[in-house]
T-cell receptor, first 110, second 113 residues
Framework: QKEVEQDPGPLSVPEGAIVSLNCTYSNSAFQYFMWYRQYSRKGPELLMY????GNKEDGRFTAQVDKSSKYISLFIRDSQPSDSATYLC??????????FGTGTRLTVIP | ETGVTQSPTHLIKTRGQQVTLRCSSQ?????VSWYQQALGQGPQFIFQ???????GRGNFPPRFSGLQFPNYSSELNVNALELDDSALYLC????????????FGQGTRLTVV
């Protein structure tokens, strides 16, 4: 079993839709939860990170962590064609490396 | 742009050869981590360098090695290249080893033929 599971998609939505992206994990030692966006042929770009359970909002993006269920989500409101990318969840214990999901490829159709 | 630069951007090598990839970390960052991202997969941790010493390693064989220089730039060396080494190699820099915010370069696309 992988440390972090993420549905690879692909996911296609119309412009303006609410997008929900999710990851599950098995290791309860994970403390930090991050979402990266990766455009084609580029490196990952950090979107948001959270520590412990709860919600964190940044503009059109909301990150949600449920440690009891070992489930994390990223919501994108009013999705735009420029949001089309691969979204990677990444988790971290107190140590020094990130554990990534497979990534979900999102396409927002104008 | 993150300020993390990698070179070269693309590389083609033959099986059995050796390759060196380079990374310049963001100003003020003393920690560099290397990741391998196979096509359609998430990045996998190779190792991390902090103040010129290896500071953690993932599940990669010894033919993957690295260096960090006094200016905190870093190299990833891969010996005896195999076809499965074809991937995007990403470098990430951060202020400290346990720092949550890691900033990635654009990656080096390595193709082994």
């Amino acid at each position: 079993q992988k440390e972090v599971e993420q549905d690879p998609g692909p996911l296609s939505v119309p412009e303006g839709a609410i997008v929900s992206l999710n990851c599950t994990y098995s290791n309860s030692a994970f403390q930090y939860f991050m979402w990266y966006r990766q455009y084609s042929r580029k490196g990952p770009e950090l979107l948001m990170y959270t520590y412990s359970s709860g919600n964190k909002e940044d503009g059109r993006f909301t990150a949600q962590v449920d440690k009891s269920s070992k489930y994390i989500s990223l919501f994108i409101r009013d999705s735009q064609p420029s949001d089309s990318a691969t979204y990677l969840c990444a988790l971290k214990t107190g140590a020094n490396n990130l554990f990534f999901g497979t990534g979900t490829r999102l396409t927002v159709i104008p | 742009e993150t300020g993390v630069t990698q070179s070269p951007t693309h590389l083609i090598k033959t099986r059995g050869q050796q390759v060196t990839l380079r990374c310049s970390s963001q100003s003020g960052h003393n920690t560099v981590s290397w990741y391998q991202q196979a096509l359609g997969q998430g990045p996998q941790f190779i190792f991390q360098y902090y103040r010129e010493e290896e500071n953690g390693r993932g599940n990669f064989p010894p033919r993957f090695s690295g260096l960090q220089f006094p200016n905190y730039s870093s190299e990833l060396n891969v010996n005896a290249l195999e076809l499965d080494d074809s991937a995007l190699y990403l470098c990430a820099s951060s202020q400290e080893p346990t720092n949550t915010e890691a900033f990635f370069g654009q990656g080096t696309r390595l193709t082994v033929v």
